[in-house]
């Protein structure tokens, strides 16, 4: 009785699930805004026609393969804000942020250097014609883009890290409403506008992602007038922390980079398989990304938690709140699990009734892979809590090379499944599922260690 009353009092304890949601329910919402955005530039291109749809999802992931580098690098200044705050030292809050600034900046025209390049992603895997040419179109615009979703990146760590989530809500939500005008004029060339479609899909987003800024980057000019965040010499180079920021955050960086170049790579060999497969794809990862997303927001949630108790020298509820949200993750997933297999037929019927109906391949195909999905949905939402608490610590440097080995090993072995061994799209898709529950099984190993409990992030 004892031990259950401990664990209820550590694990269901009231202020502590408020403090979890207060910092959590904005980010989640805010990324449901985000989703909002993904379902509605799929949903108005779906009408443009099947290969638009698929376009859209295989140049959206390509283009955000090579952005994921930069923004995981800025990004993780999220981790150093939050053990910043936590240590009670505002001001150099600041400071982190001017100088992921100046790494956004930087980053700009290196990304725009690649943008010849890609092209041959979608050359190399025999995709049809059409296909990559639209794929190509909706990535270059991406990137020419890009600035404005890496400055937001940067201005969200810092409200992200002092667990000001609610004003990235506002952001995110602000862009989110005026994204799906922006989608209707551009895609279907209205106001005189000419017609689009993918290209004006992508141009919607960048516009978005461009207010969304704007409105980061006002509250946070605000919240740097106060004195406690106040800086003299606020556009000096910090060499420490720039220094701190690539010896932590280069790794936190090349992860996602590699990770998602190798689930690229996995998406275009799914792709190649033809039009139908590629439609329906998109369709399950459209609907895969209304759970990832609340998860990524979770994610943030444990940075910003478990990098203030750090910051506050106290490892043993840094550890706690992190299974607090964990199970928080856990819960929601089996939810989405239920829906998944219960909605399948109606989940993949929103998209597309001109090429889909109940009988059609693509519909039949992407049922399928709405229901696989389920099968990954668990080891995701926890692979993404740990990876953020361990990230948080600091501990990046091994969670790094097992995590890239492991997608890896799934890029390189459904690359063989499908070029050589000729195998069916279904079991191609199969080594997505496994590859995500030993990611999972990866980081719950480190995270019990407690080798990140030894790691001072900051002075």
């Known amino acids: 009785m004892i031990k259950v009353n401990r664990f209820v009092r550590d694990y269901f304890n009231t202020s502590d699930l408020g403090l979890i949601f207060k910092i959590a329910l904005p980010i989640i919402l805010s990324n449901g805004s985000l989703t909002v955005m993904h379902v509605t530039d799929r949903w108005f291109l779906s009408k443009v026609g099947q290969t638009e749809l698929a376009a859209s999802m295989s140049g959206g992931l390509t283009s955000h393969v090579l952005i994921s580098f ?16 936590g240590a009670n030292q505002p001001k150099k809050c600041t400071r982190a942020i001017i100088q992921a600034f100046y790494l956004a900046f930087v980053s700009y025209p290196l990304l725009i250097l690649f943008i010849p390049i890609i092209k041959y992603v979608f050359i190399w895997t025999n995709q049809e014609q059409e296909l990559s040419t639209y794929a190509f179109l909706y990535a270059r615009t991406m990137l020419i883009g890009c600035i404005f979703f890496l400055m937001r990146t940067v201005v969200g760590s810092f409200f992200i890290g002092l667990g000001k989530t609610r004003i990235i809500l506002i952001a995110n939500a602000m862009g989110t409403l005026l994204n799906i005008p922006f989608n209707f004029v551009l895609i279907f060339g209205k106001l005189g506008l000419p017609k689009l479609g993918v290209q004006g899909a992508a141009l919607a987003t960048i516009f978005a992602s461009c207010i969304s800024f704007i409105i980061l980057f006002s509250f946070f000019l605000r919240e740097i007038s106060q004195v406690e965040f106040k800086t003299r010499r606020l ?6 922390i720039i220094k701190k920021l690539f010896s932590f955050g280069l790794p936190a960086g090349v992860e996602p980079f590699l990770n998602l170049f190798a689930f690229n790579i996995f998406l275009q060999m799914m792709h190649s398989y033809g039009t139908d497969t590629a439609s329906a794809v998109t369709i399950a990862f459209t609907w895969d990304s209304v759970v990832y997303l609340p998860f990524v927001g979770l994610g943030m949630t444990a940075r910003t938690i478990v990098g203030q108790n750090l910051g506050a020298r106290d490892s043993e ?22 829906v998944f297999n219960l909605l399948t037929g109606f989940l993949s019927a929103i998209f597309a009734p001109e090429f889909q109906g ?7 195909i992407s049922n399928i892979m709405i229901r696989l999905i389920s099968l990954y949905t668990i080891a995701n939402s926890c692979k993404m809590i740990l990876g953020n608490s361990l990230q948080a610590a600091g501990d990046t440097l091994w969670v790094m090379p097992v995590s890239i080995s492991i997608h890896w090993a799934m890029a390189i072995l459904v690359v063989l499944l499908v070029k050589i061994f000729k195998v069916n799209q279904y079991v191609a898709f199969s080594t997505l599922i496994v590859m995500i529950n030993l990611d999972f099984i990866a980081k719950f190993y480190r995270y019990q260690t407690a080798k990140w409990r030894n790691i001072n992030l900051i002075d």
């Open 70 to 85: 930069f923004a995981g690098l800025i990004g993780y200044v999220s981790a150093l804000v939050a053990q910043y705050y």
């Open 235 to 240: 556009l000096k180079i910090d060499g420490s």
């Open 317 to 338: 509820n840094a550890q706690r709140m992190t299974y607090m949200i964990m199970g928080i993750s856990i819960a929601y997933g089996l939810v989405m699990i239920l």
């Open 358 to 364: 109940p009988n059609s391949n693509s519909q039949n």
